[in-house]
């Protein structure tokens, strides 16, 4: 550890968070390794260290020979502060170097509101910030995660960009680097724009129509026109972290996590991860069962956490919870079900599995009124919610988390009314049949403003302004008066500038700049987001937010995205919005395909389905 | 019942272990060495484990006391068992029958390594030890019912100081360990306070030693 850190740890909040040393942390010897990778999260420790696709690159990459992969996270405002005061740059937890001693920077990024803590993380680390500006001293700066979808606003700042599933795809990116080292940058983006999945932005040039939408979007040096995603093949067998990391301090899912399925079969259509995700491919029970166990052994936790976009649709779930039980119980260790659905089968899974602890129950209807469900193809009715709620305060349950969104296509009043109805029915419902009416129920109501997505079939739509937003969260807010209802609404100024961000173009780049140069970091957390500090950057750069949030762009327009795929395609997309506009769900995958394109990434494959 | 103690190093990027997130480790450590912990019964069964007199953070130690209830007998060989499975910096060193209460731990030593960055100043180590052997070194303290003046010397049994180089004084002290207990750093607060040009630029710590009031090795 570096002198200066000693004398600096004591001060800040909880300092094992940026001293590395945790149990399986892998620590090679650099003078015999061929390239050093720095695998950056940008957020804090906790968070970072709580995401599985970094728990698996980080063991991906250190499973090839000649490679060590360490990790390096955001530090928190106390921490920044006190390392810009004495000059610490930023370092990665394994080795204390810092990260101009790298090969290559690898960025996942998950959620927009991160795009500053990249920067910063640069700036930390002494790194220019711009492509342009980093000479051949410098690192490579790559980026990948669910951001890559649409990684324009970045476009300026990361080198190359990886879209989808990492396992197979980074390291042959990784592995290229290593035998073209001592080429100039431009022969390495030259080559690696030849992988597929890999997105060079500097050789697109991007050109825009008067009134400020895309014109043309060109490829260079013979670089793909459109660059499509990567997954995994065979699933079944890719690699599973069961051996990590084990934190020593705690982080947000300190448990073991197992991942059961990729992808979705339901079809939600403001979900981008139900579309970007896609094909689904899932392992076996029997494959899980073992994963899982040896990844608790492992790592001594004493929780295991089932993880996929839908827990409820996985095939074999009684035999893998049975199978899980019959180890964990006589161990103490509990199994945590997130994502379930609001059926029966799924309340009766729970009941299995919780036959302790009974904790509250959440669901995301999402919308309030069936109609609205139907648009957005939520496929959970009114009936299934009230059904589930029945069952779990005759149990003996109290509390019910129900999350919404507002601003929604199509959304009338009656729609937002509709969910105060909804948590008045469950209050009248827990008065019919609750156990006990000591202590009273809990509903808590969340809403969140609707974000339109890219790659989604809402692509296209505009998000309602903050404005509006906030008028609907008044009317439901109003609507409402019982005790037994709270009720929360996420602010209205990040969703705007979320929004902005995940269907931004490269003009953003001067924005995102701006706002770090100004302090901006931390943005996804309340107490660092600062809306006057965005409003001030789009003003100067002469950039309208409502331009990116608020307009609906049209079939024929030339989204910032259209490069790049995920596998689903923009006709199936459009065939989605206008079901949606016409009141009309589509069946899940299951039931019947619906052709949306993702099966033919699946190499000679169809999807399970 | 299996009562067993174990005696433990904390030390190098560990000092940053937090006492909760120690416990945690530790439950986790077991449960990778398979050692069978007894939990408490009820709705949310805890292991049956305490760390005694948990340290500060950023200090390390070298005598770490942690008791724990086993399901069955267990012998020499859990040590290495537990050292393959720890993290860095915490070094278990002894498997001992918890036959001795820790309310008999009476005072501790410390070994205080105060850094200067631009030399130790003249004369600092006597004055400094005049100034902790002297009645009325009172410091504020805070309790749980807010601050109040706490007079330091009681609870210091002996001191030993001596220059280590030309930017170091080691300091080698027993305080007393509980009812009342003296953190170790609060005599760096004290020379802030009697001694302001004598005060140090850093300080690293370490417990040495558990003794009990007989101050013969707890």
Redesign the interface.
């Known amino acids: 550890m570096q002198p200066k850190l000693e004398r600096i740890l004591p001060k800040v909040q909880k300092p094992a968070r940026y001293t590395g040393g945790e149990y399986k942390q892998i620590v090679k010897d650099k003078s015999q390794v061929d390239l050093r990778f720095a695998l950056c999260f940008p957020d804090t420790y906790e968070i970072g260290m709580s995401n599985l696709g970094l728990k698996i690159l980080y063991g991906v990459l250190n499973n090839m020979s000649g490679i060590w992969c360490e990790r390096v996270f955001a530090p928190w405002g106390d921490m920044e502060e006190e390392m810009r005061k004495n000059s610490i740059p930023l370092y990665a937890l394994e080795s204390g170097d810092e990260l101009r001693e790298f090969d290559i920077i690898g960025f996942s990024i998950g959620y927009e509101m991160a795009y500053t803590n990249v920067l910063n993380m640069l700036d930390l680390a002494n790194i220019p910030l711009r492509s342009e500006e980093r000479g051949e001293e410098f690192p490579l700066v790559i980026a990948g995660g669910t951001c890559a979808y649409n990684p324009e606003p970045l476009a300026d700042f990361i080198d190359i960009f990886l879209l989808g599933e990492g396992e197979d795809l980074l390291p042959e990116l990784v592995s290229l680097v290593r035998e073209m080292k001592g080429a100039d940058r431009p022969s390495l983006l030259r080559a690696a724009a030849k992988l597929e999945g890999v997105y060079v932005p500097s050789l697109y040039s991007v050109e825009y129509n008067k009134d400020g939408t895309i014109k043309s979007i060109v490829p260079h040096e013979g670089a793909p026109a459109v660059v499509t995603k990567r997954i995994v093949q065979d699933f079944e067998n890719s690699y599973f972290p069961s051996e990590t990391i084990v934190p020593s301090t705690e982080i947000v899912h300190d448990r073991t996590v197992l991942e059961l399925f990729r992808g979705c079969i339901r079809g939600c259509r403001f979900c981008q991860a139900g579309f970007v995700y896609r094909p689904v491919r899932s392992r076996s029970a029997e494959k899980l069962k073992e994963l899982g166990i040896s990844a608790l052994r492992n790592s001594g936790y004493q929780e295991i956490g089932l993880s996929s976009l839908s827990t409820s649709d996985y095939r074999e779930l009684k035999e893998l919870c049975d199978g899980l039980l019959e180890w964990c119980e006589p161990r103490n260790v509990s199994l945590s079900l997130p994502s379930l659905r609001a059926d029966n089968f799924s309340m009766e899974i729970m009941e299995r599995v919780q036959k302790v602890r009974k904790s509250g129950l959440t669901f995301a209807p999402e919308a309030g009124s069936q109609r609205l469900r139907d648009v957005i193809n939520k496929n959970v009715t009114e009936e299934d919610i009230l059904n589930t709620c029945r069952t779990a305060f005759e149990g003996g349950r109290n509390s019910v988390k129900l999350y919404f969104m507002l601003g929604l296509p199509t959304e009338t009043d009656e729609d937002v009314l509709a969910i105060s109805e909804l948590a008045y029915k469950i209050v009248r419902l827990w008065k019919e049949c609750a156990k006990s009416r000591a202590g009273g129920v809990h509903i808590t109501l969340s809403t969140a403003c609707f974000v339109p997505k890219p790659m989604t079939p809402f692509q296209w739509e505009a998000q309602v302004t903050t404005e509006e937003y906030l008028r609907r969260v008044k009317l439901l807010c109003d609507s409402m008066r019982s005790k037994a209802i709270s009720y929360n609404w996420h602010d209205a100024e990040t969703s705007l500038i979320e929004a902005v961000l995940s269907r931004g173009d490269r003009r953003l780049g001067k924005v995102l700049e701006e706002v770090q140069r100004t302090g901006g970091r931390m943005e996804s957390w309340s107490e660092y987001f600062s809306f006057e500090r965005w409003k001030a950057a789009f003003e100067k750069h002469g950039l309208d937010p409502a331009f990116y949030a608020n307009r609906v762009r049209s079939r024929e327009e030339v989204l910032p995205w259209s490069h790049l795929s995920a596998g689903v395609s923009e006709d199936f997309l459009w065939s989605e919005r206008e079901a949606a506009y016409r009141g009309e769900i589509t069946p899940d995958c299951r039931v019947q395909c619906m052709g949306c394109g993702a099966s033919l990434l699946y190499k000679g494959g169809c999807c399970d389905a | 019942m299996h009562k067993y103690r174990l005696i433990f190093e904390k030390k190098?990027?560990?000092i940053?272990?937090?006492h909760?997130?120690?416990m945690?480790?530790f439950?986790?450590?077991?449960?990778?060495a398979e050692v069978k912990v007894r939990?408490t019964e009820g709705?949310?069964?805890r292991p049956r484990m305490s760390i005694a007199l948990p340290l500060s953070?950023?200090m390390e130690g070298r005598c770490e006391i942690l008791d724990f209830e086993a399901a069955e007998p267990l012998d020499g060989s859990l040590v290495q068992k537990l050292n393959a499975?720890?993290?860095?910096?915490i070094v278990v060193r002894e498997l001992r029958e918890n036959t001795r209460d820790v309310s008999e731990i009476a005072w501790i030593r410390y070994n205080l390594r105060l850094v200067y960055d631009s030399g130790v100043p003249q004369g600092s180590a006597e004055a400094i030890g005049r100034l902790l052997k002297s009645d009325g070194v009172v410091i504020r303290k805070k309790t749980k019912r807010g601050e109040a003046d706490f007079s330091i010397s009681p609870c210091i049994n002996s001191l030993n100081m001596v220059q280590d180089g030309s930017n170091e004084l080691l300091l080698d002290v027993v305080v007393s360990a509980q009812n009342p207990s003296l953190n170790p750093m609060l005599i760096i607060e004290a020379i802030g306070k009697y001694l302001p040009e004598m005060a140090p630029d850093?300080v690293?710590c370490a417990r040495l030693e558990m003794l009990d009031k007989e101050l013969l090795p707890f």
């Open positions: 190098g990027r560990a940053y272990i937090s909760l997130d120690l945690r480790t439950q986790r450590a077991f449960q990778r939990h709705f949310n069964p953070l950023g499975v720890m993290p860095e910096g850093f690293r």
